[in-house]
Each structure stands twice: as structure tokens, then as C-alpha cells.
């Protein structure tokens, strides 16, 4: 079964608007890490930011925020006022605790138009 | 933040021909490190999951004989594509996890390698 779900497979934004990226995942353990990674042309995996099972509140670095909706096991991230730069390939993560791996989502090709 | 190297950053081979790709932690220790495969416009798939001077642990479809990892240290794991194929030609990439004396704690971040392209003709 599939533990990390993208839906998007792409998404077209306007220069400066906001764009929501979503994720879905599925794990029976109570402690968990959630993790986005952006991916640009050049292959390198860019840490972007990271939300907790347990963490109250939702996570921000800067422009990413991370919408946690625990119940419906959601960790959507929201990228606010898009640059041009931000145009790349952006990944989902969960490792559980007591596991060493990070599985990822299917990923989604964010493109930002001028 | 941490640094993770790879090389080659790319590489092209003869089929029939042996790879090898090292990853290094450079201003850190990794216990772990972690090789993954990428084909064009797909995510990331697991490989294996290599620890510091024991054998890898490979996933599920993954041919350990002809990928061989060997996490001979602290700081370097090495991935060999034997005898490689064209249908071997994708874009691997390596993490590593920083050793700790603690419980695996999900707040560990693995830091990424930036990646090696391998073109099999």
C-alpha cells in the first residue's frame, strides 16, 4: 500500500501567488516525522521543512509552511509568494519511528509562470 | 549544514562494465547511509540501507549481487553497479544520517548527496 500519496502530478502557479502542494500519508504508528524535499533540475535533494506527529503547531521556514491536519493524515505544504526559483520537482517524506528509511511520495512538478 | 559528496557526478560505461559511486559525509559521522534510484520524472525508490561494518540491507527487488555496497567507514559507503546494462542508466543518489548515541529520534534529518547520473550504452 502506498504510504505517501501526491495527487498533483503537476501544478502551474502565477509568479507571487501562493500554491498548496498536497500530501497524504498513511501509518498505523503514532509517531512520525514528515518531511518535504525540493528537487530542482539539478538533481539535488533540497531539505525544505519538516513537521512532527506530536508537534502542536504547524511548521514554517520562512515562505513553506506545512498544513498538518493529523486526523485526516494530511501534511500539505504552502509555498507563499512564488519566485520563478521555486519551479522544481517537490517530494513528501514520512519515516515512523523505529524505521531508518524515508519513503517518499510520487512527487509533484511545480511550475511558476511569470 | 552537513555535506554530503558523490562521485562520480556523472558517468558513462560500456555495457557489460563495473561502476563504483562513493558517497561521503564530509564534516560529519554517518552510521547510516541510504542509496536510492531515481528514472527520469519518478521519485525516489529505496535501494538499500547501509550501516557502518555490517552488510547492507537491500529492499525488496533489489539484486544485491549486482549492486554491491560496501559502508566500509564512518564517513564513506560506496555503491558498484556490476556488469552494468542499459536498463541500469538512471540517477543515483545517496543520504547519509549522522551517528548518534541516541534512540532514532524522526527529527534526524539524512542529508542528500547531490547525485550521480550513470548512462549504461
Known amino acids: 500500500a502506498q504510504k505517501i500519496t501526491q495527487t498533483q502530478p503537476g501544478m502551474f502557479v502565477q509568479e507571487k501567488e501562493a500554491v498548496t502542494l498536497d500530501c497524504t500519508y498513511d501509518?498505523?504508528?503514532?509517531?512520525?516525522?514528515l518531511f518535504w524535499y525540493k528537487q530542482p533540475s539539478s538533481g539535488e535533494m533540497i531539505f525544505l521543512i519538516y513537521?512532527?506527529?506530536?508537534?502542536?503547531q504547524n511548521a514554517t521556514e520562512g515562505r513553506y509552511s506545512l498544513n498538518f491536519q493529523k486526523a485526516r493524515k494530511s501534511a500539505n505544504l504552502v509555498i507563499s509568494a512564488s519566485q520563478l526559483g521555486d519551479s522544481a520537482m517537490y517530494f513528501c517524506?514520512?519515516?515512523?519511528?523505529?524505521?531508518?528509511?524515508?519513503?517518499f511520495g510520487q512527487g509533484t512538478r511545480l511550475t511558476i509562470n511569470p | 549544514g552537513a555535506v554530503v559528496s558523490q562521485h562520480p557526478s556523472w558517468v558513462i560505461c560500456k555495457s557489460g562494465t563495473s561502476v563504483k559511486i562513493e558517497c561521503r559525509s564530509l564534516?560529519?559521522?554517518?552510521?547510516?547511509m541510504f542509496w536510492y534510484r531515481q528514472f527520469p520524472k519518478q521519485s525516489l525508490m529505496l535501494m538499500a540501507t547501509?550501516?557502518?561494518?555490517?552488510?547492507?540491507?537491500?529492499e525488496q527487488g533489489v539484486e544485491k549481487d549486482k549492486f554491491l555496497i560496501n559502508h566500509a567507514s564512518l564517513t564513506l559507503s560506496t555503491l558498484t553497479v556490476t556488469s552494468a546494462h542499459p536498463e541500469d542508466s538512471s540517477f543515483y543518489i545517496c543520504?547519509?544520517?549522522?551517528?548518534?548515541?541516541?534512540?532514532?529520534?524522526?527529527?534526524?534529518?539524512?542529508?542528500f548527496g547531490p547525485g550521480t547520473r550513470l548512462l549504461v550504452l
Open positions: 543520504s547519509a544520517r549522522r551517528a548518534s548515541g541516541r534512540a532514532i529520534n524522526p527529527r534526524e534529518t539524512q542529508y
Open positions: 501509518t498505523s504508528d503514532q509517531s512520525y516525522g
Open positions: 513537521q512532527g506527529s506530536y508537534d502542536e
Open positions: 517524506a514520512m519515516r515512523e519511528l523505529g524505521a531508518q528509511k524515508l519513503v
Open positions: 564534516d560529519f559521522q554517518a552510521t547510516t
Open positions: 547501509s550501516n557502518e561494518g555490517s552488510k547492507a540491507t537491500y
